[in-house]
């Protein structure tokens, strides 16, 4: 499934404070695992050519070093210095990477295969991959204006600018200097786009996942 001629990294985002949840919510449990493993085992598909989790966490670490997930642990405040060293780290990795994807990790019911075909649709692009933007995006019947969430996907033509982000800022930057450029990758289930800010929405997450068995 992986494409050669295009290859994408992922950079799972796990440097939060979590200041509303209260606690490391990544460690949370989510139906007998730690809410990050949902992360780790939606992106380990051939589609990534590479992958890395950064962290500011010791335990997380730990975990994804438990199971072989490369991990960058820092001590290092903002947001852009997450988007920054994990991008810095991805192209260690893999140099000749035509994209990147940011991806949260606290969206447990982000499914492997919506993570594929927004790999895919970056793809298809050919030639143009390195001004593409896409992301994931959700559209309701007769609702005109669709909800748009991550994970985004970059072209390699924007990692200077994410890699130079200004201080505390992520990539919603260059999302909003580059509008024309963005795609959406739709959806069927809006309950992918949603994250784990609070307690009260871990456990809304995990009902949904139990209602669907």
């Known amino acids: 499934m992986e494409n050669r001629n295009f290859p994408v990294g992922c950079v799972i985002m796990a440097s939060g404070l979590a200041k509303r949840f209260g606690s490391n919510k990544l460690l949370a449990d989510f139906g007998g695992h730690p809410l990050l493993c ?10 990534l050519a590479a992958r890395v989790v950064v962290t500011r966490s010791a335990e997380v670490k730990a975990l994804c070093d438990a199971q072989g997930v490369p991990c960058l642990l820092h001590g290092l405040p903002g947001r852009n210095d997450t988007v920054r060293l994990g991008l810095e780290a991805l192209l ?26 927004l790999i895919a649709a970056f793809t298809r692009t050919q030639k143009e991959t390195e001004r593409a933007i896409f992301r994931l995006g959700y559209r309701a019947m007769n609702d005109p204006e669709p909800i748009v969430g991550s994970p985004v996907l970059f072209g390699c033509g924007y990692f200077p600018a994410l890699r130079t982000l200004p201080e505390g800022k992520g990539g919603s930057v260059v999302l909003r200097a ?22 009260e929405a871990l456990a809304e997450l995990l009902s949904l996942v139990i209602l669907r068995q």
């Open 38 to 47: 949902r992360a780790l085992e939606m992106t380990s598909t051939p589609a």
């Open 92 to 117: 260690e990795q893999c140099p000749e990477l035509a994209g990147c994807i940011f991806l949260p990790g606290d969206q447990p019911l982000l499914q492997r295969k919506t993570l594929e075909a």
């Open 178 to 199: 580059h509008p024309e450029q963005v795609h959406l990758v739709y959806t069927q289930r809006r309950e992918e786009l949603l994250d784990a800010d609070t307690p």
